[in-house]
């Protein structure tokens, strides 16, 4: 496989999107730090109200660098990012603590999550003209042995529940928007939202460009990281494209929510593998500035390798 082929093996991955001729590029809030505590107390109040988190009565707080803490009673303690606004509810549950009695369909546990995400009105916090949408399950289990070697049953400790927003109609990229974690006896183990304030404003209407344009960028940034013209050949072990609004994470500051095309590549040579996300501008006019992430996986050491080993594969 050559740049040409993985070129075309991105673009490939967006064939069936509906990728739209125009969006929005849609303005965020720079919360206050009364702001901040204000959606803090409402996560914590919500979730209290429903009985899946000990309440506040004016918990301590605790300012951290990026974030800030409010402990509760029963170990349990809610976490709001400055950055980003982004919220966290975690118990004071330990891991193994409260397994499901017995091992259930997955069916049967997004059915149980999805509920408790109804209860606890969670797509009140997608904003204006923002919706969750269920994206996938995950489940915690785990496994034993005696001194012999006998394994004990398969054990089932959480199952948690991620959602995506759309913007608009158009996913919002990065780490799930919002996830739900639920132990065996019903409780809520943990609790994230991930959605950044937003008031609906719309600060542009920009022309999206097409995904092979944006799959070329991807190509030559990816080049760049590898120290070479060409992205070796056989070195892709997998690659897609997606097209979307990108979320920076809740460490990062962020204005405005713009398209762009993120796309994953992971790299294979011998015993050395390493994962990209690289990310693009989807619009002529750039509104974000967009970091790029490979250069920030895994020390150089891996990355060189890589980028030596084009003569060896041919």
């Known amino acids: 496989m050559n740049d040409h082929t993985l070129l075309h093996l991105l673009a490939g991955t967006c064939a069936d999107a509906r990728?739209?001729?125009?969006?929005?590029?849609?303005?965020?809030?720079?919360?206050?730090?009364?702001?901040?505590?204000?959606?803090?107390?409402?996560?914590?109040?919500?979730?209290?109200?429903?009985?899946?988190?000990?309440?506040?009565?004016?918990?301590?707080w605790q300012q951290r660098d990026d974030h800030a803490v409010i402990y509760l009673p029963d170990g349990a303690r809610a976490m709001v990012y400055h950055a980003s606004g982004a919220l966290r509810y975690v118990s004071g549950l330990a891991p193994a603590e409260r397994p499901f009695e017995h091992e259930a369909e997955r069916g049967v546990l997004q059915r149980l999550v999805e509920e408790r995400a109804h209860k606890l009105n969670l797509s009140d916090w997608a904003g204006p003209n923002g919706e969750l949408r269920f994206e996938r399950l995950f489940r915690t289990r785990g496994q034993g042995a005696d001194p012999a070697g006998k394994a004990s049953a398969t054990t089932l400790f959480r199952a948690l529940g991620a959602w995506r927003l759309y913007a608009g109609g158009i996913p919002v990229l990065g780490a799930a928007s919002a996830a739900l974690r639920l132990a065996g006896d019903g409780r809520l183990d943990a609790l994230s939202v991930q959605v950044r304030p937003a008031n609906g404003e719309v600060l542009d209407r920009a022309a999206i460009i097409e995904p092979q344009a944006g799959a070329r960028q991807i190509v030559a940034q990816l080049g760049a990281l590898l120290g070479q013209h060409d992205v070796p050949g056989g070195l892709v072990e997998s690659a897609n494209l997606q097209f979307g609004y990108l979320d920076l994470g809740k460490r990062k500051a962020q204005r405005v929510l713009a398209p762009g095309y993120v796309a994953r590549v992971v790299l294979?040579?011998?015993?050395?593998?390493?994962?990209?996300?690289?990310?693009?501008?989807?619009?002529?006019?750039?509104?974000?500035?967009?970091?790029?992430?490979g250069d920030e996986i895994v020390a150089g050491h891996g990355r060189t390798e890589i980028a030596r080993c084009e003569t060896a594969l041919r």
């Open 19 to 60: 990728i739209p001729d125009h969006a929005d590029v849609l303005l965020l809030q720079t919360p206050t730090q009364e702001q901040l505590q204000a959606r803090a107390r409402r996560f914590v109040a919500q979730l209290a109200d429903h009985g899946d988190c000990p309440h506040d009565n004016g918990g301590t």
């Open 268 to 293: 294979r040579h011998k015993t050395v593998r390493q994962a990209y996300v690289l990310a693009v501008r989807a619009t002529e006019r750039a509104y974000l500035e967009l970091p790029v992430y």
